[in-house]
């Protein structure tokens, strides 16, 4: 019964802030997301969408239900990062940078390089909460 060979598809769903096509610098207060859809490691869709006004939870809850499972953004509050994991969402905050490189650092598993950190977050807090969510 398990013995035959069955091809599994692994599909998933990212959301990047962004802002002038950016990272959007703060999750907190941002009010746009580029949704990507993967399937096997490639690209099935691309489509922006509007975070809801109100609070970060407000925003994460949005994301939770259009099936995000990794969130790469700027600045994050704790809380905020704290409400991601419990609605099952993987954050991957203080990040900056240009949406397509970031992307694809996220990707290649490069975004805690320090050209992806945000200014002033290259030592100290920002950067160990980054890794610690890794």
């Known amino acids: 019964m398990f013995g035959t060979d069955i091809a599994f598809k692994q599909t998933m ?3 990047l802030t962004m802002w002038q096509g950016r990272i959007a610098p703060v ?3 941002s009010g746009r997301a580029l949704l990507v859809e993967l399937e096997d490691g490639r690209t099935l869709s691309e489509r922006e969408l509007e975070l809801p006004d ?3 939870l407000d925003k994460l809850a949005f994301l939770a239900e259009a099936g995000v499972e990794e969130l790469v953004c700027g600045a994050m509050s704790r809380p905020a990062q ?3 994991e419990g609605v099952g969402i993987k954050a991957h905050p203080f990040v900056a940078g240009e949406l397509k490189e970031v992307f694809q650092a996220w990707g290649d598993g ?3 390089e320090p050209r992806f ?3 002033g977050c290259r030592r100290g807090c920002c950067r160990r909460r980054r890794q610690n969510n890794n």
């Open 82 to 84: 704290l409400a991601a």
């Open 27 to 29: 999750f907190d207060v």
């Open 110 to 112: 490069a975004l805690l």
């Open 117 to 119: 950190s945000m200014p």
């Open 54 to 56: 109100g609070t970060p």
């Open 13 to 15: 769903k990212i959301a």
